[in-house]
């Protein structure tokens, strides 16, 4: 009985201190600050920030004109500047530039990373997307589409149980946890559920992008350094082709592909025309000898693949037409150990340095990165990639 008469009390004492605790953690929160399950983190190496747009037209009839095509822009300025290159930011398809500056379990994302480097730094916004104003008559004829909860557990984030590609078993890296991590259910996956949002597919949306990344590199009007992601890759080529002369270096983080042809990833084989018919690109480059229709290029397939979990590339016919804006531009292209563009992600640098671009392609595991998926910047290991751009940066751009 005594026994019984102890539990109790021991019971209530517990009780008593976790509501003291509790009452005390409140108290120490100054009154109108966020609760802790809203993340926050210091911005001491931000010395000034501010958005702007560029590009776009106006378009309809008169009286009823409407900007169309204009891109939102942030900029963030360290508090001691020690590159002279800025760096420029190019999301994925679905994404925004919210997926720099905070990863979905609240830690500081890529661009604070590089604003303790010393680097200013830009995010946008594609036309269309996010911030950026989608006009539902002018962008009309691209289809407009957002993927499912369950086609992000299926490409990114469960990919461990989900992925239908050899190489998703791999996947270490998702930053949740508890017994539905990746997955609904999962607070981390929910709020990277939240973050996606509808998106371009087709033609169209790569020439808003050209138009609105010319107007945007000409407007910071010094050489900058693309950090390119997945959709964005594309558009980084893309702009690099049109201003190489306002492109020091790209940063390539499993750029869109793959080209000439698309793949089905669980069966490691081509599966139909592709849309990036211009080798890297779904709109002309500059090529020499000049290409005015891209099915001079000859692409052929490779005799043989690099292993047998990946696919063989299309390269063009020798002698080869070389992307000669893009000559003196270094790139870095990297492929992570689980994602499911590891199945053809070689390809695209392999047709780059056959076109004369300087690519040093790096699978991420090789360097001691492993067990990424697609979404590398929001891993729990973002910052040891983004570490090892740093140092790429430091020894390739001078």
Known sequence: MKMRTWIVMLSVLLIALLGVCSAASAQSRAAGAPPSSIHTFSTADVASTGFFYVGGQYVGAPGKEVMDGAEYVEVMVPKKIRHPYPIVFFHGAGQTGTDWLQTPDGRPGWAYFFLKQGYTIYMVDFPARGRSSYNPVADGDGTLTIRTALQLEQIWTDIGAQGNWPQAKKFTQWPGDGPNKGKMGDPVFDDFARTQVQFLQGGKQAKLNLDAHIALLEKIGTPVILITHS???????????????????????????????????????????????????????????????????QPVLEEKADDPDTVPCYLQKEPAHKLVNMKDIPVLDVSTQASYHRVFDSCIPKWLNQAGVKTQYVKLEDVGITGNEHELMLDKNSDEVAKFFAQWLDKNVH
């Open 231 to 297: 959709q964005g890759g594309e558009f980084g080529w893309q702009v690099a082709d049109a201003r190489p002369k306002l492109v020091k270096a790209i940063i390539s983080a499993e750029p869109g592909g793959p080209q000439i042809k698309n793949v089905d990833i669980a069966k490691i084989a081509y599966s139909g025309p592709g849309s990036y018919t211009w080798g890297v690109t779904s709109l002309p480059l500059h090529y020499d000898p000049p290409v005015s229709d891209p099915a001079e290029l």
